[in-house]
Protein backbone atom coordinates (compact mmCIF):
# COMPACT_ATOMS: atom_id res chain seq x y z
CA UNK A 1 0.00 0.00 0.00
CA UNK A 2 0.99 3.89 -0.77
CA UNK A 3 0.96 5.49 2.11
CA UNK A 4 0.70 9.57 1.31
CA UNK A 5 1.84 11.94 4.03
CA UNK A 6 0.89 15.51 4.17
CA UNK A 7 2.80 18.33 5.29
CA UNK A 8 2.16 20.65 6.70
CA UNK A 9 -0.45 19.60 9.01
CA UNK A 10 -1.71 23.15 9.53
CA UNK A 11 -1.12 26.03 7.43
CA UNK A 12 -1.76 29.50 8.80
CA UNK A 13 -2.03 32.07 6.29
CA UNK A 14 -2.91 35.21 5.20
CA UNK A 15 -6.12 35.84 2.32
CA UNK A 16 -3.88 37.22 -0.40
CA UNK A 17 -0.75 35.06 0.36
CA UNK A 18 0.63 32.07 -1.57
CA UNK A 19 -0.18 28.28 -0.10
CA UNK A 20 2.10 25.43 -0.75
CA UNK A 21 0.90 21.76 0.20
CA UNK A 22 2.88 18.90 -0.05
CA UNK A 23 2.40 15.99 -0.83
CA UNK A 24 4.83 12.73 0.04
CA UNK A 25 4.48 9.47 -1.43
CA UNK A 26 6.22 6.07 0.15
CA UNK A 27 7.20 4.77 -3.28
CA UNK A 28 6.79 6.36 -6.90
CA UNK A 29 3.34 6.47 -8.03
CA UNK A 30 3.24 5.54 -11.51
CA UNK A 31 2.21 8.22 -14.50
CA UNK A 32 1.81 11.13 -12.03
CA UNK A 33 -1.40 9.58 -10.89
CA UNK A 34 -2.13 11.76 -8.64
CA UNK A 35 -5.01 13.86 -6.93
CA UNK A 36 -5.82 16.69 -4.90
CA UNK A 37 -9.17 17.10 -3.24
CA UNK A 38 -10.72 20.51 -1.16
CA UNK A 39 -12.93 19.32 1.64
CA UNK A 40 -15.70 22.32 2.90
CA UNK A 41 -16.80 21.54 6.36
CA UNK A 42 -19.98 19.07 6.85
CA UNK A 43 -19.12 18.58 2.36
CA UNK A 44 -18.11 16.01 0.61
CA UNK A 45 -14.82 16.27 -0.85
CA UNK A 46 -14.45 18.29 -4.35
CA UNK A 47 -11.64 17.24 -7.29
CA UNK A 48 -9.26 20.08 -7.75
CA UNK A 49 -6.63 18.46 -9.89
CA UNK A 50 -5.89 15.25 -11.08
CA UNK A 51 -3.26 13.78 -13.11
CA UNK A 52 -0.58 15.61 -10.64
CA UNK A 53 -1.42 18.69 -12.82
CA UNK A 54 -4.63 19.01 -14.81
CA UNK A 55 -7.21 21.25 -12.89
CA UNK A 56 -10.85 19.57 -12.85
CA UNK A 57 -13.48 21.28 -14.75
CA UNK A 58 -14.53 24.73 -13.03
CA UNK A 59 -11.64 25.25 -10.57
CA UNK A 60 -10.19 28.30 -11.01
CA UNK A 61 -6.77 28.95 -12.23
CA UNK A 62 -5.23 30.07 -8.83
CA UNK A 63 -4.83 26.02 -7.96
CA UNK A 64 -2.33 24.41 -9.59
CA UNK A 65 -0.43 21.31 -8.95
CA UNK A 66 3.15 20.00 -10.12
CA UNK A 67 5.29 17.03 -8.81
CA UNK A 68 6.14 13.24 -9.74
CA UNK A 69 7.46 10.65 -8.49
CA UNK A 70 7.30 10.76 -4.50
CA UNK A 71 6.91 14.70 -4.44
CA UNK A 72 3.69 16.62 -4.97
CA UNK A 73 2.99 20.23 -4.50
CA UNK A 74 -0.50 21.93 -4.35
CA UNK A 75 -0.32 25.99 -5.16
CA UNK A 76 -2.63 28.55 -4.30
CA UNK A 77 -1.84 31.51 -5.75
CA UNK A 78 -3.74 34.07 -3.92
CA UNK A 79 -6.07 32.63 -1.28
CA UNK A 80 -9.11 33.79 -1.29
CA UNK A 81 -11.48 33.57 1.84
CA UNK A 82 -13.36 30.63 1.03
CA UNK A 83 -9.89 29.14 0.45
CA UNK A 84 -9.48 28.14 4.05
CA UNK A 85 -10.78 24.78 4.80
CA UNK A 86 -9.16 20.92 4.41
CA UNK A 87 -7.19 19.83 1.53
CA UNK A 88 -6.73 16.08 0.67
CA UNK A 89 -4.20 14.51 -2.03
CA UNK A 90 -4.72 11.09 -3.72
CA UNK A 91 -2.86 8.36 -5.66
CA UNK A 92 -4.79 6.10 -7.99
CA UNK A 93 -1.86 4.09 -9.72
CA UNK A 94 -1.94 1.52 -7.19
CA UNK A 95 -4.78 -0.48 -5.03
CA UNK A 96 -5.67 0.01 -2.34
CA UNK A 97 -6.39 4.15 -3.49
CA UNK A 98 -5.24 6.01 -0.18
CA UNK A 99 -5.70 9.37 0.64
CA UNK A 100 -3.02 11.79 2.29
CA UNK A 101 -4.32 12.56 6.19
CA UNK A 102 -5.10 16.19 4.91
CA UNK A 103 -3.91 19.77 5.72
CA UNK A 104 -5.91 22.49 7.06
CA UNK A 105 -5.46 25.58 6.11
CA UNK A 106 -6.62 28.06 8.24
CA UNK A 107 -6.70 31.59 8.40
CA UNK A 108 -3.60 33.79 10.19
CA UNK B 1 -23.48 15.00 -14.63
CA UNK B 2 -23.60 11.84 -12.72
CA UNK B 3 -25.81 12.38 -9.30
CA UNK B 4 -25.44 10.04 -6.41
CA UNK B 5 -27.27 10.21 -3.08
CA UNK B 6 -26.36 7.57 0.02
CA UNK B 7 -29.39 6.23 1.93
CA UNK B 8 -28.89 3.68 5.01
CA UNK B 9 -29.39 3.41 8.60
CA UNK B 10 -27.97 6.15 10.98
CA UNK B 11 -27.21 3.92 13.75
CA UNK B 12 -25.95 -0.05 13.48
CA UNK B 13 -25.61 -2.26 16.45
CA UNK B 14 -21.67 -3.83 17.36
CA UNK B 15 -21.23 -7.13 15.24
CA UNK B 16 -24.15 -6.26 13.23
CA UNK B 17 -23.87 -5.59 9.13
CA UNK B 18 -24.08 -2.35 7.42
CA UNK B 19 -25.98 -1.75 4.67
CA UNK B 20 -25.91 1.28 2.80
CA UNK B 21 -27.45 2.08 -0.70
CA UNK B 22 -26.69 4.44 -3.66
CA UNK B 23 -29.08 5.47 -5.75
CA UNK B 24 -27.11 7.14 -9.14
CA UNK B 25 -29.25 9.40 -11.64
CA UNK B 26 -27.82 10.95 -15.08
CA UNK B 27 -25.57 7.14 -15.53
CA UNK B 28 -26.42 4.35 -15.10
CA UNK B 29 -24.62 1.34 -13.20
CA UNK B 30 -24.50 -0.80 -15.76
CA UNK B 31 -22.92 1.30 -18.41
CA UNK B 32 -19.20 0.26 -18.01
CA UNK B 33 -18.11 3.94 -18.17
CA UNK B 34 -18.22 3.98 -14.81
CA UNK B 35 -16.36 2.60 -11.67
CA UNK B 36 -18.83 3.00 -8.65
CA UNK B 37 -17.48 3.35 -5.31
CA UNK B 38 -17.49 3.99 -1.13
CA UNK B 39 -15.31 5.60 0.98
CA UNK B 40 -15.80 6.82 4.23
CA UNK B 41 -14.29 9.16 6.61
CA UNK B 42 -14.68 8.86 10.56
CA UNK B 43 -15.32 12.04 12.41
CA UNK B 44 -12.22 14.57 12.73
CA UNK B 45 -10.55 11.98 10.42
CA UNK B 46 -9.30 11.45 6.72
CA UNK B 47 -11.11 9.53 4.06
CA UNK B 48 -10.50 5.62 3.46
CA UNK B 49 -11.84 4.15 0.38
CA UNK B 50 -13.21 0.70 0.92
CA UNK B 51 -14.08 -0.77 -2.94
CA UNK B 52 -15.64 -0.56 -6.13
CA UNK B 53 -17.89 -2.57 -8.42
CA UNK B 54 -17.79 -1.83 -12.46
CA UNK B 55 -19.21 -4.07 -14.84
CA UNK B 56 -22.06 -4.91 -12.53
CA UNK B 57 -20.22 -7.31 -11.16
CA UNK B 58 -16.47 -6.95 -10.62
CA UNK B 59 -15.40 -5.63 -7.63
CA UNK B 60 -11.95 -4.39 -6.28
CA UNK B 61 -11.98 -4.19 -2.12
CA UNK B 62 -9.20 -2.83 0.23
CA UNK B 63 -7.88 -5.37 1.54
CA UNK B 64 -7.97 -3.82 5.03
CA UNK B 65 -11.74 -4.36 4.56
CA UNK B 66 -12.26 -7.43 2.28
CA UNK B 67 -13.02 -9.88 4.60
CA UNK B 68 -16.09 -7.82 5.77
CA UNK B 69 -16.96 -5.93 2.47
CA UNK B 70 -19.76 -6.56 -0.30
CA UNK B 71 -20.35 -4.29 -3.05
CA UNK B 72 -23.36 -5.05 -5.35
CA UNK B 73 -25.37 -3.33 -8.03
CA UNK B 74 -28.87 -3.13 -8.69
CA UNK B 75 -29.86 -2.20 -12.11
CA UNK B 76 -33.49 -2.56 -11.56
CA UNK B 77 -33.54 0.47 -9.39
CA UNK B 78 -29.97 1.56 -10.71
CA UNK B 79 -28.34 1.29 -7.48
CA UNK B 80 -25.26 -0.08 -5.87
CA UNK B 81 -25.01 -0.57 -2.30
CA UNK B 82 -22.86 -1.59 0.62
CA UNK B 83 -22.89 -4.18 3.25
CA UNK B 84 -20.00 -3.94 5.92
CA UNK B 85 -20.25 -6.67 8.79
CA UNK B 86 -19.44 -7.55 12.16
CA UNK B 87 -19.16 -3.91 12.75
CA UNK B 88 -17.28 -2.23 15.74
CA UNK B 89 -17.31 1.44 17.13
CA UNK B 90 -14.06 1.70 14.67
CA UNK B 91 -16.52 1.88 11.80
CA UNK B 92 -18.56 4.69 12.45
CA UNK B 93 -17.60 7.21 9.69
CA UNK B 94 -19.64 9.32 6.97
CA UNK B 95 -19.89 7.18 4.55
CA UNK B 96 -19.86 7.90 0.36
CA UNK B 97 -20.26 6.89 -2.59
CA UNK B 98 -18.38 8.06 -5.55
CA UNK B 99 -17.75 7.23 -8.99
CA UNK B 100 -14.70 7.79 -11.46
CA UNK B 101 -14.48 7.10 -15.05
CA UNK B 102 -13.00 4.50 -16.81
CA UNK B 103 -9.15 4.44 -17.31
CA UNK B 104 -9.39 7.31 -14.76
CA UNK B 105 -8.99 6.64 -11.09
CA UNK B 106 -9.65 10.00 -9.39
CA UNK B 107 -13.29 10.48 -7.94
CA UNK B 108 -15.05 13.01 -10.23
CA UNK B 109 -18.87 12.55 -8.23
CA UNK B 110 -19.67 12.42 -4.39
CA UNK B 111 -22.64 11.65 -2.80
CA UNK B 112 -23.61 14.44 0.32
CA UNK B 113 -22.41 11.77 2.48
CA UNK B 114 -24.37 9.55 5.28
CA UNK B 115 -23.63 9.46 9.10
CA UNK B 116 -23.52 5.82 10.32
CA UNK B 117 -22.60 5.41 14.13
CA UNK B 118 -21.87 1.67 15.70
CA UNK B 119 -23.19 1.88 19.22
CA UNK B 120 -25.93 -0.25 21.12
Known amino acids: EIVLTQSPGTLSLSPGERATLSCRAS???????LAWYQQRPGQAPRLLVY???RRATGIPDRFSGSGSGTDFILTISRLEPEDFVVYYC?????????FGQGTKLEIK | QVQLQESGPGLVKPSETLSLTCTVS??????????WSWIRQPPGKGLEWIGY???????NYNPSLKSRVTISVDTSKNQFSLKLNSVTAADTAVYYC????????????WGQGTLVTVSS
Open chain 1, 90 to 98: QQYGNSPYT
Open chain 2, 26 to 35: GGSVTSGTYY
Open chain 2, 98 to 109: ASRMLFRGYFEY
Open chain 2, 53 to 59: IYDSGNT
Open chain 1, 51 to 53: GAS
Open chain 1, 27 to 33: QGISSSY
